[in-house]
């Protein structure tokens, strides 16, 4: 990741003009669409006549990844027409206006997309992180114009079309025969229809990202389930799925990330997916399924001894108790994050029971969990904070609380545990997992056991009186 904002405009030019010639790699944290066209475009040279051009910057660049201001149609010709060797392409941006026509993309902008027919991989996202705003002069036919030179793309992710129908997104899955992944968020008119005859189709897609299409239901997702390589499924902020949905999920055999957050899914739907996918899943994502019970713990994971889950995001479930944690406890799933944010009924009982929690007989208590994110649940007090101490949760590496509930007692188990990031406002732990390329994430945790340190080196007593002086300290209001 490069940061252009470091640099003034005109040093940035020299330092972009020594980029070597060789570099195939190129990813800008953030740059305006200005000075991209600026840098890209060849110009003439110092003490050369008007007819000479400089030779191409970057001609050996095949994976190009920015972040700018306005993806208009300028940026896009410029990146399609200098960049001969470009495979992999990846723009986003976060407009805090409404863009003009002048800085916008239009199907003029997408028609010029992938000239020498090399790309295999697109990605054009508008987020929605300042306003919300779209990309509303492309349509159907701007994506029929596009689509017409991306036959062998492979992956294909587009976020804030909402101008564009059935008809654009279906004629992707039609003209890209080789397509594997095709992520859409911000769909607003992507309906069932365009998955109505995906079995008659060669595809065979194995990641799938349909977030904020609200007007999917559980239909798509049958038709969606014929593709039996899927791997990868992201649902979340799909509105109006419900249990059948769960019920053809449930028949994936090869899925390993599934991501249903704010669904409308009950406890019985989720016992869809014990019949088999679950003993394949990685990742499980159910943030915000308001109906979810703690009877969804033990529909998912009673009578199960062999599952390959280590990611279980919990959160934002008003009727999940330490009931729930009780019960997840009991069955050893060997999950290594767990995120149970804002739930107001999870307390101090839970931290004791995934203190205590032994997944494999011969392995400590609490030792699997690197990362735990407790923010804002109502239950947790002054009392769970004994149990956060060394010994316990020893590879414990990523810690989320309310630092509102004793800030004293917060800062001094950051600095008992000095390989513990403890996290008090509210942050998501780790990276945004599932907003940049929608794929499996891994963190940079350090390969230290916690315990064992400290069983050779000695508890340092100082640090644990400093935790034990601050439980005596009246709450204070961060």
Not at 13 to 30: D, F, H, N, P, Q
Not at 186 to 210: E, N, P
Not at 328 to 353: F, K, N, W
Request: proline share 3%; aromatic share 6%; with cysteine.
């Amino acid at each position: 990741m490069f940061d252009v904002s470091i640099f003034l405009r005109h040093n940035f030019a020299r330092v972009w003009a020594l980029a070597c010639a060789k570099l195939t790699s190129l990813e800008i944290g953030y740059i305006s669409s200005v000075m991209v066209t600026e840098l890209l475009s060849p110009t003439v040279g110092p003490h050369q006549p008007a007819n000479h051009t400089r030779a191409s910057i970057l001609p050996s660049i095949r994976k190009l990844c920015l972040s700018v201001d306005y993806i208009t149609d300028t940026t896009v010709s410029t990146i399609s027409k200098n960049l001969n060797s470009l495979t992999h392409l990846d723009l986003r941006d976060a407009p805090i206006i409404e863009p003009t026509v002048a800085f916008d993309l239009t199907n003029l902008g997408l028609q010029q997309i992938n000239p020498h027919g090399k790309l295999k991989h697109l990605s054009i996202v508008r987020s929605q992180e300042f306003v919300a705003t779209y990309f509303k002069r492309v349509n159907d036919l701007g994506i029929l114009l596009m689509a017409d030179r991306c036959s062998s793309m492979e992956s294909i992710c587009l976020g804030g079309f909402c101008r564009v129908t059935d008809t654009g997104f279906k004629t992707i899955l039609h003209s890209c025969l080789k397509l594997d992944q095709f992520r859409v968020s911000h769909g607003t008119q992507l309906t069932d229809l365009v998955f109505h005859d995906i079995s008659a189709t060669s595809l065979s897609l194995t990641h799938v990202c349909l977030r904020w299409c609200n007007l999917l239901t559980n239909h798509a997702v049958i038709r969606l389930s014929s593709n039996a390589d899927l791997s990868f499924l992201d649902l979340r902020d799909c509105r109006n799925l419900g249990d059948e949905s769960l019920r053809a999920i449930g028949t994936l055999p090869k899925l390993k990330t599934l991501l249903l957050d704010g669904s409308d899914i009950s406890d019985v739907g989720l016992s869809y997916l014990k019949q088999g996918v679950i003993s394949s899943l990685i990742s499980l994502s159910i943030r915000g399924c308001k109906r979810l019970t703690d009877k969804c713990i033990s529909f998912l994971f009673d009578g199960l001894s062999t599952l390959k889950l280590q990611e279980l995001d919990l959160s934002n479930l008003p009727n999940l108790s330490d009931t729930g944690v009780l019960l997840l406890v009991r069955s050893r799933v060997p999950i290594t994050e767990l995120r149970m944010r804002q739930c107001p009924l999870i307390g101090d009982t839970s931290v004791m029971a995934l203190a205590s929690m032994q997944v494999h007989a011969d392995w400590c208590c609490g030792s699997s969990l690197r990362l735990l994110d407790l923010y804002n649940c109502g239950g947790i007090t002054q009392l769970a904070f004994r149990w956060l101490k060394r010994p316990y949760f020893p590879r414990l590496r990523w810690l989320g609380v309310t630092g509102s509930v004793n800030r004293d007692m917060v800062d001094a188990l950051a600095r008992s545990r000095p390989f513990l990031h403890v996290a008090c406002r509210g942050e998501e732990l780790g990276t945004h997992q599932w907003d940049t390329s929608d794929e499996t994430y891994l963190h940079d945790y350090e390969e230290v056991d916690e315990l064992e340190q400290w069983l050779l080196e000695g508890e340092n007593e100082s640090d644990d009186e400093e935790m034990e002086v601050a439980e005596n300290v009246p709450e204070l209001v961060a």
